[in-house]
């Protein structure tokens, strides 16, 4: 069979074609494309947040904000953290409110002696056991619970509540327990898998008690913890002012941020709420319950001019606040990075 003849080259539809040059207009293409890509999603991910973050007049200095609410909603205009700012207005999102107050005083304790660490554990959130009761673990129930939908978590260790009434019982427990508290939902009291639902009014105290009170003339307040001591005076730290010295012959107490032993002394951060109680009030011992309430509501302030560890009130820039964790209310990293940021019930913020 003969050869077919090559097609000459001034004859051919598509004249053959440089392999380098093709090679650099695809590579200039592409990078065109990944150019065109990545300005605007750098223009919509971080130029125009960076943008609105700068000309907000946020102040550098950080502020105290304090969780008062979180409510799941299922359809929501505004969210505190949502993962993809393209879609962070559809769907169900997370709504955290707070108060925002100014900070407050640091406070040096001088030569303290006879001191006491309490810590009242609470019920961590996040690794607390969940009974679900459509997976038949509320047979056994026993304690006080509270249920969301059908998912309860024992707080008998943290919490003594008080209630007269309730609704009549739930049995848990037997071939349909399971469907029967499949919507378990509020504060139920448990025993054995029967579950009565606790009735408002109820009243829900700290299980925190045997704090020792005697031969303490500090107390200081921390969130969980209570630290107490026999010291001989308190200054403020900035000014190096005397505020309150044991020739007093009363109870010094307030709730702090943070407090640390240094080598000056004990120095407590972001001081609050600062009183004095008369030697008589406090017995020997006490609980968490009773000393919260006496820092709240005692009427004798630690300084007249309310200028150290000044009322809580008197700090408040905002009540009942919508918290956003920038701007946007929402991020673009994908990392789940929000989920760490709401966990704490008082945090530091920029506003």
Same mark, same amino acid.
């Given at each position: 069979?003969?050869?077919?003849?090559?097609?000459?080259?001034?004859?051919?539809?598509?004249?053959?074609?440089?392999?380098?040059?093709?090679?650099?207009?695809?590579?200039?293409?592409?990078?065109?494309?990944?150019?065109?890509?990545?300005? $605007?999603?750098?223009? $919509? +991910?971080?130029?125009?947040?960076?943008?609105?973050?700068?000309?907000?007049?946020?102040?550098? #200095?950080?502020?105290?904000?304090?969780?008062?609410?979180? $409510? /799941?909603?299922?359809?929501?205009?505004?969210?505190?953290?949502? #993962?993809?700012?393209?879609?962070?207005?559809?769907?169900?999102?997370?709504?955290?409110?707070?108060?925002?107050?100014?900070?407050?005083?640091?406070?040096?304790?001088?030569?303290?002696?006879?001191?006491?660490?309490?810590?009242?554990?609470?019920?961590?959130?996040?690794?607390?056991? *969940?009974?679900?009761?459509? +997976?038949?673990?509320?047979?056994?129930?026993?304690?006080?619970? /509270?249920?969301?939908?059908?998912?309860?978590?024992?707080?008998?260790? +943290?919490?003594?509540?008080?209630?007269?009434?309730?609704?009549?019982?739930?049995?848990?427990?037997? *071939?349909?327990?399971?469907?029967?508290?499949?919507?378990?939902?509020?504060?139920?009291?448990?025993?054995?898998?029967?579950?009565?639902?606790?009735?408002?009014?109820?009243?829900?105290?700290?299980?925190?008690?045997?704090?020792?009170?005697?031969?303490?003339?500090?107390?200081?307040?921390?969130?969980?913890?209570?630290?107490?001591?026999?010291?001989?005076?308190?200054?403020?730290?900035?000014?190096?002012?005397?505020?309150?010295?044991?020739?007093?012959?009363?109870?010094?107490?307030?709730?702090?941020?943070?407090?640390?032993?240094?080598? *000056?002394?004990?120095?407590?951060?972001?001081?609050?709420?600062?009183?004095?109680? +008369?030697?008589?009030?406090?017995?020997?011992?006490?609980?968490?319950?009773?000393?919260?309430? $006496?820092?709240?509501?005692?009427?004798?302030?630690?300084?007249?001019?309310?200028?150290?560890?000044?009322?809580?009130?008197?700090?408040?820039?905002?009540?009942?606040?919508?918290?956003?964790?920038?701007?946007?209310?929402?991020?673009?990293?994908?990392?789940?990075?929000?989920?760490?940021?709401?966990?704490?019930?008082?945090?530091?913020?920029?506003?």
């Amino acid at each position: 069979m003969p050869k077919k003849k090559p097609i000459p080259v001034e004859q051919l539809i598509i004249p053959p074609q440089d392999g380098k040059i093709c090679g650099t207009i695809c590579l200039c293409q592409m990078t065109l494309v990944l150019s065109s890509v990545a300005i $605007v999603y750098l223009t $919509v +991910a971080i130029y125009v947040p960076s943008s609105r973050v700068f000309q907000s007049g946020i102040t550098e #200095e950080p502020v105290m904000c304090t969780t008062t609410r979180a $409510v /799941n909603v299922e359809n929501c205009d505004w969210g505190s953290c949502g #993962e993809w700012c393209l879609s962070k207005t559809s769907g169900p999102c997370l709504q955290i409110y707070v108060n925002l107050r100014h900070n407050g005083s640091s406070l040096l304790l001088a030569n303290c002696t006879n001191t006491a660490n309490k810590t009242c554990y609470g019920i961590d959130q996040e690794n607390a056991k *969940r009974s679900r009761c459509i +997976a038949d673990e509320c047979k056994n129930l026993t304690g006080t619970f /509270n249920c969301t939908q059908g998912m309860c978590v024992n707080i008998t260790d +943290a919490f003594e509540c008080i209630f007269t009434e309730t609704d009549p019982p739930l049995k848990c427990s037997g *071939r349909r327990g399971k469907i029967t508290c499949i919507d378990l939902d509020g504060l139920f009291n448990c025993k054995r898998g029967t579950c009565e639902k606790i009735r408002v009014p109820y009243n829900c105290d700290r299980r925190c008690v045997d704090i020792p009170t005697r031969n303490k003339n500090v107390i200081l307040l921390s969130g969980d913890k209570v630290y107490l001591s026999q010291c001989q005076r308190a200054l403020e730290l900035e000014s190096g002012e005397e505020i309150w010295n044991e020739s007093q012959d009363n109870i010094m107490m307030t709730s702090c941020y943070n407090i640390m032993n240094t080598s *000056r002394g004990v120095v407590a951060v972001d001081c609050v709420n600062g009183s004095v109680l +008369a030697t008589n009030i406090l017995s020997d011992l006490t609980n968490f319950t009773y000393l919260s309430y $006496v820092s709240i509501f005692n009427t004798v302030p630690l300084d007249e001019k309310r200028r150290v560890a000044p009322p809580e009130p008197d700090l408040l820039i905002a009540n009942e606040s919508r918290l956003l964790i920038n701007l946007e209310g929402c991020v673009n990293t994908l990392r789940d990075e929000y989920s760490p940021a709401f966990t704490p019930q008082k945090t530091r913020t920029l506003w």
